[in-house]
């Protein structure tokens, strides 16, 4: 066990990967951890493949600044729209000792638990939809005939989450009418990727309008167990990472917004600092 602080960094676009670090502490609750919010640039879901590009790069850059071994993009659109040039361009040049992973890898892995026909359903934000990330994945893990993949972007469910309405007439209004029209667009669909790591906080509505014997498979469970298991395979990168149970939040945004907003998401309340990416 290194005696240095070499943290896991954990990178989202603003708060919705806190659902993804929480799952993270249960699973590895000895491991130290930086998470990094960029808050002050959020959302990302309507932004272009190369402003997401750049936004993610720096964060990337910073959090290996802050002796981060391993980085994980704790966000969907990163993952969608940023993950592949950094890993094949990137990384080489910046340290091809370092890793960074994403979080649309482990669901897609994971998504044959789910489903038994194949006809697969994905709700996500218009970024992630458009990068078509996940039948991307799919097909390439999968083969072309396995899976029938079926997408609904879903521009309100994540203001719903950040301004604390998903207990509203206007969540139920919103979440049931992307989930009817995806439904709609494919009847033999049985088994949903939450394709957004807000979603989880929607949860109790989505469950509402989604069918019996419609399976929802949450990342944040998922991609934990995944990142357990690439630690027990990866026993180098295992011995890099600091283990005194510390965790570190930094947020691009005003402080107090951000701690104040961070307890909906991981259950708890924390302390952070700011920092300024570029």
């Not at 879901?45 to 704790?74: H, W």
């Not at 990168?237 to 402080?255: A, F, Q, R």
Request: aromatic share 10%.
């Amino acid at each position: 066990m290194t005696s240095k602080f070499q943290p896991i960094g954990v990178f989202d676009s603003g708060y919705g990967g806190l659902t993804i670090l929480k799952e993270f502490l249960n699973d590895l609750p000895g491991y130290d951890f930086i998470y990094l919010g960029d808050n002050a640039r959020a959302p990302y879901g309507s932004r272009s493949f190369e402003v997401v590009y750049e936004y993610t790069l720096q964060a990337v850059n910073k959090l290996f600044e802050m002796d981060c071994p391993l980085v994980i993009l704790a966000c969907n659109t990163a993952s969608a729209k940023a993950l592949r040039n950094i890993q094949q361009n990137d990384l080489p040049k910046m340290d091809p000792e370092r890793r960074v992973l994403g979080v649309i890898r482990p669901a897609v892995e994971s998504i044959g638990k789910y489903t038994r026909n194949g006809h697969v359903g994905i709700l996500g934000t218009v970024g992630t939809v458009l990068s078509d990330s996940y039948p991307i994945e799919l097909k390439k893990w999968a083969g072309e005939s396995v899976f029938q993949t079926t997408q609904e972007a879903c521009p309100m469910w994540v203001p719903l989450v950040e301004n604390n309405e998903m207990d509203t007439p206007g969540a139920e209004y919103f979440v049931s009418k992307n989930i009817a029209s995806l439904l709609a667009a494919d009847p033999e669909i049985d088994a949903i990727i939450l394709g957004c790591t807000h979603y989880p906080l929607l949860l109790p509505v989505i469950e509402k309008f989604v069918p019996e014997g419609v399976q929802l498979l949450e990342q944040g469970k998922v991609v934990s167990a995944k990142l357990v298991e690439y630690l027990n395979r990866h026993p180098a990168m295992d011995e890099k990472l600091s283990k005194s149970g510390l965790v570190k939040y930094y947020t691009t945004e005003n402080v107090e917004v951000f701690e104040k907003n961070a307890t909906n998401f991981i259950g708890k309340i924390i302390r952070s600092e700011k920092l300024i990416l570029k």
